[in-house]
């Protein structure tokens, strides 16, 4: 099983990753993509891996923060990011 600190740090690299990938994608609306575009399917693949650690990783994060404030207040565009999380 994996540990609460292993989906913490999964979910920091995978959000780094995934943000300078976006510098490269263009954006383009799908009618203009080629077929198979890889872009689709790295952002899917991202989503998956989103959904399946960030539970574990934000009770990690709440367990290791000692300032209140810091301790986040989830709004609703973190529960919008890559589709609705549950």
């Known amino acids: 099983?994996?540990?609460?600190?292993?989906?913490?740090?999964?979910r920091i690299l995978l959000l780094h990753?995934?943000?300078?990938l976006l510098?490269?994608?263009p954006q383009l609306p799908v009618e203009l993509l080629p077929s198979h575009w890889s872009g689709t399917a790295a952002r899917e693949l991202v989503k998956e891996i989103y959904?399946?650690?960030y539970k574990k990783a934000?009770?990690?994060?709440l367990k290791i923060c000692s300032d209140d404030e810091l301790k986040p207040r989830l709004?609703?565009?973190f529960t919008n990011r890559f589709g609705e999380l549950k």
């Open 1 to 10: 099983m994996i540990e609460e600190d292993a989906y913490f740090m999964i």
């Open 17 to 20: 990753d995934y943000r300078r």
């Open 23 to 25: 510098f490269k994608d």
């Open 51 to 53: 959904k399946q650690s």
């Open 58 to 61: 934000n009770s990690y994060y």
């Open 75 to 77: 709004k609703r565009s």
